[in-house]
């Protein structure tokens, strides 16, 4: 068993921990990152760039259709499911690479194994080696729920499945109307499955301005996308011939490939932490002050784990702006002001700051542009 000694050990090599692995290690601190899955996290291996890879695939049906308007002559085009996994697998190879590459460049040490917090000052790895640490930052990220807890729901999947089906689905019933919901529903509407969103609010995307939902729920079944709103799956079976869910309005599909898209929830069993005095919130979140603080001194937490605003470029800042603070000698903190999001739902809708309806709460004026 070997013993060695670091400033810091990050564990997790997604968004958030890569960032703040590398800028540590430039400021001169002696770096380690530790990822038992693949480097780059959710939204480099099974999130954001895939996603938007399939979002495109998804788009060249309209351009199909247009082009002969532009003097084009197609065959009738014929879509590859596994010609597109292929290539996506390829490019996330490609960019996991990279993210390995820039790591060792820094000069940060990548402890390809799962990781877990033995103390404040000590973080053991999945061969039984230990290593000394002055800080820890714990950026794991999160990991798919499967909800609601229904009978069947286990015949579902999950979005870290649904990128790699073996076979194109056919039929797809997706639970949920939230940012994966949506943009799957889109992408495999638009692909040729038989798209089914069952959710249980009136409109999609919760949280949304109104306006947004309308026009983003007439779009969807535009594209052929059946919207089951105020009806979500009770219970899910398996059939002879692939699933059938029954809603909450008595309705009956039949599918091949049922997806839980209803949210996500931060990885930390296991990791250790509440022994060595991390408090966690209920769902298992990191509790962490506005510099990335744990309850323990030594331990600190960036991006999903932390269960804030859970989005990449969030993750980033949080990691950029922790190792700045602790390695870099600067007093910086994140603005979680203003964020803003996209969603990649075709077409993608952008959003920043308040909401009509939390802007009409908030103030006795409010004036609305609109342009079609
Ligand atoms: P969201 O929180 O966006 O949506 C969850 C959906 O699941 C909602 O429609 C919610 O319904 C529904 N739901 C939750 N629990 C249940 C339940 N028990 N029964 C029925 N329905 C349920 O989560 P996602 O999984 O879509 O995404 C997770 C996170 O990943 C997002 O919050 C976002 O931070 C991030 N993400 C960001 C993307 C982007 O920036 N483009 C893309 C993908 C993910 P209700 O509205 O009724 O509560």
Same mark, same amino acid.
């Given at each position: 068993?070997?013993?060695?000694?670091?400033?810091l050990?990050?564990?997790?090599?997604?968004?958030?921990?890569?960032?703040?692995?590398?800028?540590? &290690?430039?400021?001169?601190?002696?770096?380690?990152?530790?990822?038992?899955?693949?480097?780059?996290?959710?939204c480099?291996?099974?999130?954001?760039?895939?996603?938007?890879?399939?979002?495109?695939?998804?788009?060249?049906?309209?351009?199909?259709?247009?082009?002969?308007?532009?003097?084009?002559?197609?065959?009738?085009?014929?879509?590859?499911?596994?010609?597109?996994v &292929?290539?996506?697998?390829?490019?996330?190879?490609?960019?996991?690479?990279?993210?390995?590459?820039?790591?060792?460049?820094?000069?940060?040490?990548?402890?390809?194994?799962?990781?877990?917090?033995?103390?404040g000052?000590?973080?053991?790895?999945?061969?039984?080696?230990?290593?000394?640490?002055?800080?820890?930052l714990?950026?794991?990220?999160?990991?798919?729920?499967?909800?609601?807890?229904i009978?069947?729901?286990?015949?579902?999947?999950?979005?870290?499945?649904?990128?790699?089906?073996?076979?194109?689905?056919?039929?797809?019933?997706?639970?949920?109307?939230?940012?994966?919901?949506?943009?799957?529903?889109?992408?495999?509407?638009?692909?040729?499955?038989?798209?089914?969103?069952?959710?249980?609010?009136?409109?999609?995307?919760?949280?949304?301005?109104?306006?947004?939902?309308?026009?983003?729920?007439?779009?969807?079944?535009?594209?052929?996308?059946?919207?089951?709103?105020?009806?979500?799956?009770?219970?899910?079976?398996?059939?002879?011939?692939?699933?059938?869910?029954?809603?909450?309005?008595?309705?009956?599909?039949?599918?091949?490939?049922?997806?839980?898209?209803?949210?996500?929830?931060?990885?930390?069993?296991?990791?250790?932490?509440?022994?060595?005095?991390?408090?966690?919130?209920?769902?298992?979140?990191?509790?962490?002050d506005?510099r990335?603080?744990?309850?323990?001194?030594?331990?600190?937490?960036?991006?999903?784990?932390?269960?804030?605003?859970?989005?990449?470029?969030?993750?980033?800042?949080?990691?950029?702006?922790?190792?700045?603070?602790?390695?870099?000698?600067?007093?910086?903190?994140?603005?979680?002001?203003?964020?803003?999001?996209?969603?990649?739902?075709?077409?993608?809708?952008?959003?920043?700051?308040?909401?009509?309806?939390?802007?009409?709460q908030?103030?006795?004026?409010?004036?609305?542009?609109?342009?079609?």
């Open positions: 068993m070997s013993q060695r000694d670091f400033d050990i990050v564990i997790g090599a997604g968004s958030g921990g890569v960032r703040a692995a590398r800028v540590a &290690a430039n400021h001169g601190a002696r770096v380690a990152i530790a990822e038992e899955f693949r480097v780059g996290g959710t480099v291996i099974r999130g954001c760039v895939p996603k938007k890879l399939y979002v495109l695939a998804s788009r060249f049906r309209d351009a199909f259709d247009d082009a002969t308007g532009f003097g084009w002559s197609v065959e009738p085009p014929r879509f590859d499911w596994s010609r597109l &292929a290539a996506k697998e390829k490019e996330i190879t490609r960019l996991e690479g990279l993210y390995a590459q820039n790591l060792e460049k820094a000069g940060v040490e990548l402890i390809r194994q799962r990781a877990v917090v033995e103390d000052a000590t973080v053991r790895f999945a061969d039984g080696d230990t290593a000394r640490t002055k800080t820890i714990i950026a794991t990220g999160g990991a798919p729920v499967m909800e609601p807890r009978p069947g729901i286990e015949l579902g999947i999950s979005s870290n499945e649904i990128f790699d089906l073996p076979a194109f689905p056919k039929r797809l019933l997706v639970i949920g109307a939230g940012y994966i919901a949506v943009e799957f529903a889109g992408v495999f509407g638009r692909l040729g499955s038989e798209t089914h969103m069952a959710f249980r609010a009136e409109l999609p995307l919760r949280g949304f301005d109104l306006d947004l939902r309308k026009r983003l729920a007439a779009a969807m079944i535009q594209d052929g996308v059946t919207l089951h709103a105020a009806a979500p799956p009770i219970a899910l079976e398996k059939t002879s011939g692939g699933l059938r869910a029954h809603l909450a309005n008595g309705a009956e599909i039949e599918v091949d490939v049922a997806l839980a898209a209803t949210g996500r929830r931060p990885a930390t069993a296991g990791l250790g932490l509440e022994q060595a005095g991390a408090r966690l919130r209920e769902n298992g979140a990191v509790i962490v506005a990335a603080r744990s309850s323990a001194p030594s331990i600190h937490a960036v991006g999903d784990v932390t269960d804030r605003i859970n989005l990449t470029p969030v993750a980033i800042r949080e990691g950029q702006a922790f190792a700045d603070r602790l390695f870099g000698g600067r007093d910086v903190e994140v603005d979680y002001d203003s964020v803003p999001s996209a969603v990649f739902s075709t077409p993608e809708i952008g959003t920043v700051g308040l909401t009509e309806e939390e802007a009409t908030r103030f006795a004026e409010v004036a609305v542009f609109a342009t079609a």
